[in-house]
Structure formats: structure tokens, C-alpha cells
């Protein structure tokens, strides 16, 4: 078997998978830091009718989720890479399938 030789960039994006802390708590706080801020903005918009504070929360918000899909996109073209050189390398899937096919 033959080692698969990964980028800079798809070792960083396997490193930081393998390496993630728990999804529990520490998923929870991680979210909550961006998202929590806007939520109490947006019900303080509503609780008083005020039109601007809900549209700012709401633009505040939407900003976030671009700006995560944005990071994110990269990682998934280098997670993909990483994963189609394995594969490559290994062969598990192809073999499976001509198994089981």
C-alpha cells in the first residue's frame, strides 16, 4: 500500500477533524457565541415592536451563517481531496462495491 501524499491545506482540515473537541458542551458554547448575542437583539426587537433591532439581528445573524459557509466551503474542497487521494490509495470503497456488486 502506497501512502498518500496530502497538502498542507487537507492535513490541516484531517488534523483539526480528528483533533475537534466533544460535540456537547463545547459544540454548544462555540455556537452559542455568535448566535446568542443576535437571539437576545432579535426578542428585544419584537418584545418592543422596534422593526430596526429585529433587522439588524437578523442581518447580524445572516452574516454569521454566510461568513461560516464561506470558511467552510474551502475545507470541504480539501476534505473531499484528502478522501479521493485515500481512497485512491487504499481502494476500501472501490473494492466493497465490486464485492458486494
Known amino acids: ?30 455556537y452559542a457565541v455568535f448566535i446568542f448575542p443576535s437571539l437576545i437583539i432579535a426578542v428585544y426587537g419584537v418584545w418592543n415592536s422596534d422593526f430596526a433591532a429585529t433587522l439588524v439581528a437578523y442581518g447580524a445573524l445572516l452574516f454569521v451563517v454566510l461568513t461560516y459557509l464561506i ?23 472501490i473494492n466493497r462495491g465490486e464485492r458486494e456488486g
Do not use: C, N, W
Open 1 to 30: 500500500m502506497i501512502a498518500p501524499q496530502f497538502t498542507p491545506e487537507e492535513k490541516r482540515i484531517l488534523y483539526r477533524i480528528l483533533a475537534r473537541p466533544s460535540r456537547g458542551k463545547d459544540g454548544f458554547f462555540f
Open 71 to 93: 470558511y467552510t466551503h474551502g475545507d470541504g474542497q480539501a476534505l473531499y481531496s484528502a478522501i479521493t487521494k485515500y481512497e485512491k490509495s487504499v481502494g476500501a470503497l
